[in-house]
Structures are given as structure tokens and as C-alpha cells.
């Protein structure tokens, strides 16, 4: 019998009202609503080229920023945890990602007075790293750690000051390297893995998306850019500024799973 892992990245189109988005540490800047949309459309078109099978879920034109659905689960091989947002007005984006995930995933639910947002929440191998910022509590971490245990993941609470998200500070840019801002994030709680720090111009440009062996990563950081390919990483570029001016990166906008198929399953 053979089978064959696929990556399944689950995305869902920009909400028309994303101009009303929540923000923390920026200004708010006008959206060319079309623009994000022309972009997000980039953006999903080279996961696509990527190898991933996209599951675009339509638009939540009432919750502003429910295209960055990152933040709604984080996603497991043995399961999915439903999250509660820390931002109120982004709860009711996790009912329809539940849905998505359910044909995927058994799943489990972040309970109140729990809080995480998935974009606090680095996975690398069987360490799971949970940013305790302004959107995760430490509440919600335990309750992750209780969900993963069984399977052998190890969960650390990790502070972050300056930033939204842990993965606004750092993310995984190859199986054994991190992309890092030190200013945001202790680098010592890396220390097994190699670091490729962010150029000290460009503080927003940790956030990186590992697809494979390849890294989508914005345009808008090429300092930044080059270090990662000196560092012999695989990069696509990609135009998310529009996006940005919401706070969002490009580990938001999509929910990357595995997906085992058997012989010719079909899809
Ligand atoms: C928010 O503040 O919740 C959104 N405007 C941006 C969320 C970005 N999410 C992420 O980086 N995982």
C-alpha cells in the first residue's frame, strides 16, 4: 500500500471590512481593500506552487480580521486546538475554521479564561513554543501542555515584549534554524538551533513561512532577505504590504497541515 503526505494549507479570502482590523503596534494606515485582496491571491497562488492543496474558505466580510487564520487553531498531526483569541473581536473567527478542520483533525478547544492566538505558537519538531504576549495567557499555555502531552510534545512558555506575536519574533526557516528578532525574543531559548538574526533594520522582518524547504517571505525586508539566503535558505518572495499595514505577516495567513493519502485516494 503506499502512501503519501500532502500539505493542505487552509486559507480564507480578506474581509472587505479588514480596515477595521485590531492593531497594537502600529499606526492605522488606509487598506487598498483590493490591493490585500490582489495579494492575498498571490500569496495563496504560490503555496499552491509550493506543493500545498488549498482550501480557500470564504470570506467573513463581519470579522475584520479573519483572513489571517492563523490564529484561530493550531493544527498537530495527532490533532487540532481551536483556540480563544486574545483579541474579543476576533472569537467568533474560530466556528468556521473548526469546520474546516473537522474532516482533518480530531480537535480540541482553548477553554475561558484560556486565551492564545495561534500566531503565538511556534512548533518546531516536538517542541511547542507559546509566546506569553499581550493575545496568549499563561492559563491557555497549560492547557495547551495538557492537550500535548500524550503525544510527547514539550511545551515552553516564552515572553516577548515589542511585538504582537512569538512569531512576529521568530520563526523556523529550516528543519534546524530560526529566523530571529533578539530585541523581541530571548535567543538563548534557542539555543539548539542555528539563528539567522533579522537585519537590525528591518525589526517587523522575522516573520517567515517554511513550506517544505522554502520560505515565503515579504519583499518589504531584503536586508533581511539576503541574510536568509546566505544562510542557504530557499526564499519566494512575496508582496503582503497591504496586509502588513494590518499587522499581519505571512505565517498568518494560512493554516499549513499534513495529510496522509493512501494509494489513488482521490483529492
Ligand atoms: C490582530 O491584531 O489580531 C490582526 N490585526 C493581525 C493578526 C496577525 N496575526 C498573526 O501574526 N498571526
Known amino acids: 500500500m503506499l502512501v503519501t503526505t500532502r500539505l493542505v494549507a487552509i486559507t480564507r479570502a480578506v474581509s472587505p471590512r479588514i480596515g477595521q482590523c485590531e492593531l497594537t503596534h502600529l499606526e492605522r494606515q488606509a487598506i487598498d481593500v483590493e490591493r490585500a485582496q490582489a495579494q492575498h491571491g498571490q500569496y495563496e497562488a504560490y503555496l499552491a506552487g509550493l506543493g500545498c492543496e488549498l482550501h480557500r474558505l470564504p470570506a467573513e466580510p463581519d470579522l475584520p480580521d479573519s483572513v489571517f487564520v492563523e490564529d484561530a487553531a493550531v493544527v498537530l498531526d495527532e490533532l487540532a486546538i481551536i483556540t480563544r483569541p486574545g483579541a474579543a473581536s476576533r472569537r467568533l473567527e474560530t466556528e468556521s475554521i473548526a469546520q474546516a478542520l473537522r474532516p482533518f483533525r480530531r480537535l480540541a478547544f482553548i477553554q475561558p479564561p484560556g486565551t492564545l492566538d495561534g500566531g503565538d505558537v511556534l512548533c518546531i ?30 511545551v515552553e512558555g516564552v515572553p516577548v515584549t515589542g511585538c504582537l506575536h512569538l512569531k512576529s519574533a521568530v520563526t523556523q526557516v529550516a528543519e534546524d534554524a530560526v529566523l530571529i528578532n533578539r530585541d523581541w525574543v530571548d535567543g538563548r531559548i534557542f539555543r539548539e538551533l542555528k539563528l539567522v538574526d533579522v537585519d ?15 520560505v515565503v517571505y515579504p519583499v518589504a525586508y531584503p536586508r533581511t532577505r539576503r541574510r536568509l539566503k546566505e544562510a542557504g535558505v530557499a526564499v519566494q518572495a512575496v508582496d503582503v504590504s497591504e496586509l502588513a499595514k494590518a499587522e499581519g505577516g505571512v505565517t498568518c495567513c494560512s493554516l499549513i497541515l499534513r495529510r496522509t493519502v493512501t494509494d489513488g485516494q482521490a483529492g
Not at 537590525?200 to 522554502?214: D, Q, R
Open 125 to 154: 519538531g516536538h517542541a511547542i513554543y507559546i509566546g506569553l504576549s499581550g493575545r496568549s495567557n499563561q492559563v491557555g499555555i497549560e492547557q495547551v501542555r495538557l492537550l500535548v502531552d500524550p503525544f510527547g510534545y514539550r
Open 200 to 214: 537590525p533594520s528591518e525589526p517587523m522582518g522575522a516573520n517567515a513561512l517554511l513550506v517544505g524547504s522554502t
